[in-house]
Every structure is written in structure tokens, then in C-alpha cells.
């Protein structure tokens, strides 16, 4: 009998909420950089008699999230405690959701087969608090031989929304794209930073294998599912998903059995190993926080949140395709970010063709951040700069390579788009008459050796004549008619003694 081994696989993925202070207390989100545990107070720090009290905006943006991906958003939600023991964690739980979580069945799209999207459903999306961080190190000299772990607890309390999908996911790419999709959303919204290398998205994959006979379709055996943890960057996931898929594979052929268990990534080496069996598993004994009352989102918060909600990324992907024609990867790309996109249509709407700005956009602007490591917020042209400049070339007033200097003159010595092409020539069309033919001049003046080869006929196959009209070209930055410059050289070196 043929068959086949289909992923079955499932993401939690833990999204950092953009507030400035922690969920339950008013010390700073700030600790990338921070001075080990200086961002910490009572609440935070777990002392005995110290009082949570809950972070409105974070309930606000977890709405956010959870309406933009479809959820139903609960009216009354309670926040447990979630028992455990370990040292990033000072109070031994955490303050979480369990049973009744903000928000439960949602939808998140990626793009399926050819031009059909594929819908993946959310289970569910709550709140909870992050914990503190653990760092390892080798002995630094007091103790020979010795290992310190020290612990910093800035990042405790920082609020986190867990975001967890139904496993519909087929593949690592789809996992990647997923992800992609989720991390554009939360962007989107300034819900999150989104920055998986900071660790402000973690992702955490369920994945299984269903043995299905080929010829039926008809599940065989389904194979018992790992969780991966660790995984810090989109290729981190699609590699990590691949290995296990293969590591499963192995398993299964061989007649041996999986177990549920919890699997370390580990970037380096390309593996998971794995970290805890389900024997192994935590009782976490929820219940609920005495110390927090329930969260009602009342009708007013939840029609405050729905309006402010943007156009979503795929709608205006959607629109840049249909309403300015635009190739699905050049729409895909300017849509990635609220920013860039609105900065390409403040562009068009200056007027300028929805095409060559998209162009424009694409490179040259993308390029300079890109140089600068700056986002396009700092970016020093106005849009609708941008689009006048892009607009001289729709109506032909300006050659590509002359706007091309142009921009680089505003964007180098920080003119506006009038000083800039004053400091070029200016616009109007090409040089021609007088100005024209002074320039030629200059050029001859300045190559006499050339000027001398040519008049002693050894530029028998116009080389030569080329390379000075290429002068010209160069001096009037495009804005000339290389024919009328090749007669202007001919009758100035057959006027010359
Ligand atoms: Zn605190």
C-alpha cells in the first residue's frame, strides 16, 4: 500500500503588547538595554502584600487584535493564576487566562493554491504577564569551575497576548506565512512590535504526522504531536518544522512510538532535543486571581476599539492590486507596513502614476533605508515630494537618470524638490540653443587630446565622437538630444582651423 505522512501542525505564539508601562503595575516595558532589574517595583518583584492592578491599554489592545482577527471578544473575562515554580517567575505563578480568555474564534488568511486564500482559524487569544529572564554564565573567577545563572526581572509583568491557532497548518511554509501574516497584522494595528529577534513575538509549534493511505485518503495512524520552543526567526520555524517532520518520519518508519513531548530548537546545530516528556507535564492548578476582578468589556470600549481599527493589510494588499494595478509582490511589499503604505499612497495621490511610484518607492526609497538602517518615519522626503518629482517624469519633463540625481540631491544634501532641480538645471525640457552649445564647448575645452585625434582622422570608426557626445550627455545629466550634440561637435571641430 501506498501512503503518505501529512503535518498536521498548530502555533501559540506570544505577541509583546505596545504599552510604555507592565500589565499590572506602572514600571517600564523598556528592558531591551536595561540595566538588570532597575525596571522592577513590589508587584513586579512579587513581595508579599503588593497589589496587581490591571493595565487598561493592554485590555484595549488585546481587543484590538483579537477584532481585527475576527474573535469573539467575551463580555466578562477573569484572569487566573497559574502555578509553578522557577526562578524568572518571584510570586511561583503567573497571572494568566485560562477557561474564560478575552477572546475565542477567529480567522487569520494566508495566501493557499494560485489565488485562493486559505483560512486558518484561531482558537483563541488572551492576556497574561511575561516572565523574568534567566542568564547562564561561566564561572567570572569567584568560584573555580563554577556556573552562575543570574536572573533579571524587567521583563516580568510586560503584557503578552497568546494567540493561539487551530491546527490547520499543513506545512513549514505555511507556518512561516502564518506567522508573516499575524506579525504584519499586529504592525498593523500598533498592537506590537512585532520583532521576533527582540523577542516580542515567540512562536511555539504543535506538530504532528497523520499517516494517510494515498490511494483513499484514509488515516492510517496519527502519529502523537511535539511542541517546539525556541524557534527566533521565520527560517528558524520553517527549518525547525522541516527537521521534525523528518525526525517523526524516522521515528514512524522504523516501528518505534512517539511520545507528546516538549522539544528544545537549537538554531546552531539544526536539531530539536527534547526537553520534557507529557509524564513530566505541570499540574499548573489554576484558579482564579482574588486579587483582580473580572474585565467587562463594556459596549462603549468595544465600539471605541472597532473604530479605531485601520484598513487590514490584506484589504489594502487587495486595493493596491485592483485599484492601481500593481504585480501581486510589488503590492504585497507595500503593504507590509501602515507606514510604507501610506507613504506610496500619499505619493499617488499628489498625482504622480501609481506605477512609477511604486517603482520609485520599491527601490530608491527602500535602498536609502536600507543604507541608513532608518524606517520610513525618518525617511527626509515628503510623500508629496516624492510625488512631484515622479510627476515631472509622467509628463516627460524630466529624464529618469536627471529626477534620479534629483532625489539623491534632496535626499543627500536635504534640498527641496525647487532647490534641487534649480541646482540641476532646472525643468522645462532639454538643453538646447545657447546653453547647449556652451556646454559642448566647455567639453571640447576640456579633452583636447581627444578634440586632436579626431581632427588628425583616427577616429575612423567614430569612437571617439562617441565618447565626447557621452561628455555632454553627462554634463546636461541626460537633459540633451545626443543627435543635435553629435552635429553641434561635428560643426565646431569642422570650424576649427
Ligand atoms: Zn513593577
Same mark, same amino acid.
Given at each position: 500500500?501506498?501512503?503518505?505522512?501529512?503535518?498536521?501542525?498548530?502555533?501559540?505564539?506570544?505577541?509583546?503588547?505596545?504599552?510604555? *508601562?507592565?500589565?499590572?503595575?506602572?514600571?517600564?516595558?523598556?528592558?531591551?538595554?536595561?540595566?538588570?532589574?532597575?525596571?522592577?517595583?513590589?508587584?513586579?518583584?512579587?513581595?508579599?502584600?503588593?497589589?496587581?492592578?490591571?493595565?487598561?491599554?493592554?485590555?484595549?489592545?488585546?481587543?484590538? !487584535?483579537?477584532?481585527?482577527?475576527?474573535?469573539?471578544?467575551?463580555?466578562?473575562?477573569?484572569?487566573?493564576?497559574?502555578?509553578?515554580?522557577?526562578?524568572?517567575?518571584?510570586?511561583?505563578?503567573?497571572?494568566?487566562?485560562?477557561?474564560?480568555?478575552?477572546?475565542?474564534?477567529?480567522?487569520?488568511?494566508?495566501?493557499?493554491?494560485?489565488?485562493?486564500?486559505?483560512?486558518?482559524?484561531?482558537?483563541?487569544?488572551?492576556?497574561?504577564?511575561?516572565?523574568?529572564?534567566?542568564?547562564?554564565?561561566?564561572?567570572?573567577? $569567584?568560584?573555580? #569551575?563554577?556556573?552562575?545563572?543570574?536572573?533579571?526581572?524587567?521583563?516580568?509583568?510586560?503584557?503578552?497576548?497568546?494567540?493561539?491557532?487551530?491546527?490547520?497548518? $499543513?506545512?513549514?511554509?505555511?507556518?512561516?506565512?502564518?506567522?508573516?501574516? @499575524?506579525?504584519?497584522?499586529?504592525?498593523?494595528?500598533?498592537?506590537?512590535? #512585532?520583532?521576533?529577534?527582540?523577542?516580542?513575538?515567540?512562536?511555539?509549534?504543535?506538530?504532528?504526522?497523520?499517516? *494517510?493511505?494515498?490511494?483513499?485518503?484514509?488515516? %492510517?495512524?496519527?502519529?502523537?504531536?511535539?511542541?517546539?520552543?525556541?524557534?527566533?526567526? @521565520?527560517?528558524?520555524?520553517?527549518?525547525?518544522?522541516?527537521?521534525?517532520?523528518?525526525?517523526?518520519? #524516522?521515528?514512524? /518508519?522504523?516501528?518505534?512510538?512517539?511520545?507528546?513531548?516538549?522539544?528544545?530548537?537549537?538554531?546552531?546545530?539544526? *536539531?530539536?532535543?527534547?526537553?520534557?516528556?507529557?509524564?513530566? !507535564?505541570?499540574?499548573?492548578?489554576?484558579?482564579?486571581?482574588?486579587? %483582580?476582578?473580572?474585565?467587562?468589556?463594556?459596549?462603549?470600549?468595544?465600539?471605541?476599539?472597532?473604530?479605531? %481599527?485601520?484598513?487590514?493589510?490584506?484589504?489594502?494588499?487587495?486595493?493596491? $492590486?485592483?485599484?492601481? @494595478?500593481?504585480? =501581486?509582490?510589488?503590492?504585497?511589499?507595500?503593504?507590509?507596513?501602515?507606514?510604507?503604505?501610506?507613504?506610496?499612497?500619499?505619493?499617488?495621490?499628489?498625482?504622480?502614476?501609481?506605477?512609477?511610484?511604486?517603482?520609485?518607492? $520599491? *527601490?530608491?526609497?527602500?535602498?536609502?533605508?536600507?543604507?541608513?538602517?532608518?524606517?520610513?518615519?525618518?525617511?527626509?522626503?515628503?510623500?508629496? =515630494?516624492?510625488?512631484?518629482?515622479? +510627476? %515631472?517624469?509622467?509628463?516627460?519633463?524630466?529624464?529618469?537618470?536627471?529626477?534620479?540625481?534629483?532625489?539623491?540631491?534632496?535626499?543627500?544634501?536635504?534640498?527641496?524638490?525647487?532647490?534641487?532641480?534649480?541646482?540641476?538645471? #532646472?525643468?522645462?525640457?532639454?538643453?538646447?540653443?545657447?546653453?547647449?552649445?556652451?556646454?559642448?564647448?566647455?567639453?571640447?575645452?576640456?579633452?583636447?587630446?581627444?578634440?586632436?585625434?579626431?581632427?588628425?582622422?583616427?577616429? /575612423?570608426?567614430?569612437?571617439?565622437?562617441?565618447?565626447?557626445?557621452?561628455?555632454?550627455?553627462?554634463?546636461? +545629466?541626460?537633459?540633451?538630444?545626443?543627435?543635435?550634440?553629435?552635429?553641434?561637435?561635428?560643426?565646431?571641430?569642422?570650424?576649427?582651423?
Amino acid at each position: 500500500m501506498k501512503y503518505t505522512y501529512q503535518p498536521v501542525i498548530g502555533l501559540e505564539i506570544h505577541v509583546q503588547l505596545a504599552t510604555a *508601562t507592565k500589565i499590572f503595575c506602572s514600571c517600564s516595558t523598556d528592558y531591551i538595554g536595561a540595566e538588570p532589574n532597575t525596571n522592577v517595583c513590589p508587584v513586579c518583584l512579587g513581595l508579599p502584600g503588593a497589589l496587581p492592578v490591571l493595565n487598561g491599554k493592554a485590555v484595549e489592545l488585546g481587543i484590538k !487584535a483579537a477584532m481585527a482577527l475576527s474573535c469573539t471578544v467575551k463580555d466578562k473575562t477573569v484572569f487566573h493564576r497559574k502555578n509553578y515554580f522557577y526562578p524568572d517567575l518571584p510570586k511561583a505563578y503567573q497571572i494568566s487566562q485560562y477557561d474564560l480568555p478575552l477572546a475565542e474564534g477567529g480567522e487569520l488568511f494566508i495566501s493557499g493554491d494560485g489565488d485562493t486564500l486559505k483560512r486558518i482559524r484561531i482558537t483563541r487569544l488572551h492576556l497574561e504577564e511575561d516572565a523574568g529572564k534567566l542568564v547562564h554564565s561561566a564561572a567570572d573567577g $569567584r568560584l573555580e #569551575g563554577a556556573e552562575f545563572s543570574f536572573v533579571d526581572y524587567n521583563r516580568g509583568g510586560v503584557p503578552l497576548a497568546e494567540i493561539v491557532s487551530e491546527p490547520d497548518l $499543513r506545512s513549514p511554509g505555511e507556518a512561516r506565512e502564518y506567522v508573516t501574516s @499575524l506579525r504584519r497584522l499586529v504592525r498593523y494595528l500598533g498592537v506590537s512590535d #512585532g520583532d521576533m529577534e527582540r523577542g516580542s513575538m515567540r512562536v511555539d509549534a504543535n506538530i504532528s504526522l497523520q499517516k *494517510t493511505d494515498s490511494a483513499t485518503g484514509e488515516i %492510517l495512524y496519527w502519529g502523537e504531536r511535539s511542541e517546539i520552543k525556541n524557534m527566533n526567526s @521565520l527560517r528558524a520555524i520553517e527549518r525547525a518544522l522541516e527537521y521534525e517532520i523528518r525526525r517523526q518520519i #524516522g521515528v514512524m /518508519e522504523a516501528g518505534g512510538a512517539l511520545e507528546r513531548e516538549t522539544r528544545h530548537w537549537n538554531d546552531g546545530e539544526g *536539531t530539536t532535543t527534547s526537553m520534557r516528556s507529557k509524564e513530566a !507535564a505541570h499540574d499548573y492548578r489554576y484558579f482564579p486571581d482574588p486579587d %483582580l476582578p473580572p474585565i467587562e468589556a463594556s459596549p462603549s470600549l468595544l465600539e471605541k476599539v472597532r473604530s479605531s %481599527l485601520p484598513e487590514m493589510p490584506w484589504v489594502r494588499e487587495m486595493r493596491f $492590486r485592483n485599484e492601481y @494595478l500593481l504585480p =501581486e509582490a510589488d503590492a504585497a511589499l507595500l503593504a507590509e507596513t501602515m507606514p510604507l503604505a501610506e507613504y506610496f499612497e500619499s505619493c499617488v495621490r499628489s498625482g504622480a502614476s501609481p506605477a512609477r511610484v511604486s517603482n520609485w518607492v $520599491r *527601490t530608491e526609497v527602500l535602498r536609502v533605508l536600507n543604507e541608513r538602517s532608518i524606517s520610513i518615519d525618518a525617511f527626509p522626503m515628503r510623500p508629496q =515630494e516624492l510625488g512631484s518629482l515622479v +510627476r %515631472l517624469v509622467d509628463e516627460q519633463k524630466l529624464s529618469t537618470t536627471a529626477a534620479r540625481e534629483t532625489f539623491n540631491a534632496m535626499i543627500e544634501k536635504g534640498l527641496s524638490l525647487e532647490k534641487a532641480l534649480d541646482a540641476s538645471g #532646472g525643468v522645462g525640457g532639454k538643453l538646447s540653443g545657447d546653453a547647449l552649445a556652451d556646454t559642448v564647448r566647455a567639453v571640447l575645452a576640456s579633452a583636447p587630446d581627444v578634440v586632436a585625434e579626431i581632427l588628425g582622422s583616427k577616429d /575612423e570608426k567614430g569612437k571617439k565622437k562617441k565618447f565626447l557626445i557621452g561628455l555632454v550627455m553627462k554634463e546636461a +545629466r541626460g537633459q540633451a538630444d545626443a543627435a543635435v550634440v553629435g552635429e553641434l561637435i561635428e560643426k565646431m571641430l569642422n570650424a576649427k582651423p
